[in-house]
């Protein structure tokens, strides 16, 4: 059967799968500035994406309603009409682009980024150095304090064992005496 007149991928997906793919890219893409996926996805989430920020510069409340009947997530939608569009508003469309990378290993499919046209790679990779710097300085001193509270732990542990120790040894000797008596 020939895709003639055919206007939307189905990625071998009933509708519902299908939506939820495409929400996730556009979430994924509209969070992240760039995503990684096949080229047919790119294609189709280019679609949605575009048609999302050209309504986000009405910038009025029934666009906003619009939006998050179509993406339901609360934080894409406000990206989308409060940085995205303002971004955008003299570029009348083409806010995306899609560069191939090759194919992917396990089954050779034709993958592609997917990011914005104003996308500055080098910015991202240094904020995410800095994160990680972040992360593992808060990951070292979240460490110190689990180290003193394991110590604790020990000890209470060690307390509380020579405790049922003196116990039972003390019930051995009322068994003892008792037994003498």
């Not at 949605?48 to 894409?76: M, Q, W, Y």
């Not at 806010?95 to 104003?118: C, H, N, Q, S, W």
């Not at 001193?141 to 604790?152: E, F, S």
């Amino acid at each position: 059967m020939s895709s003639h007149r055919r206007r939307v991928k189905h990625f071998d997906r009933k509708s519902g799968p299908r939506k939820a793919l495409l929400r996730g890219l556009v979430t994924s893409l509209i969070e992240h500035g760039r995503i990684t996926t096949t080229v047919d996805r790119a294609k189709e989430v280019r679609r949605h994406v575009e048609k999302a920020i050209t309504l986000g510069k009405k910038g009025d409340l029934s666009t906003t309603r619009l939006l998050l009947s179509r993406f339901p997530n609360k934080e894409a939608v406000a990206t989308i009409m409060k940085d995205l569009s303002p971004r955008f508003k003299t570029r009348p469309g083409g806010y995306t682009r899609i560069i191939k990378i090759g194919r992917r290993p396990g089954d050779t499919a034709e993958m592609a980024f997917l990011e914005f046209v104003d996308y500055d790679f080098e910015a991202k990779t240094a904020d995410t150095a800095e994160k990680s710097e972040k992360s593992a300085k808060t990951a070292k001193a979240a460490k110190a304090p689990a180290k003193k509270a394991t110590a604790k732990k020990a000890s209470t542990k060690a307390v509380a064992a020579k405790k049922k120790a003196v116990k039972k040894a003390q019930k051995k000797d009322r068994a003892a005496s008792a037994a003498r008596a």
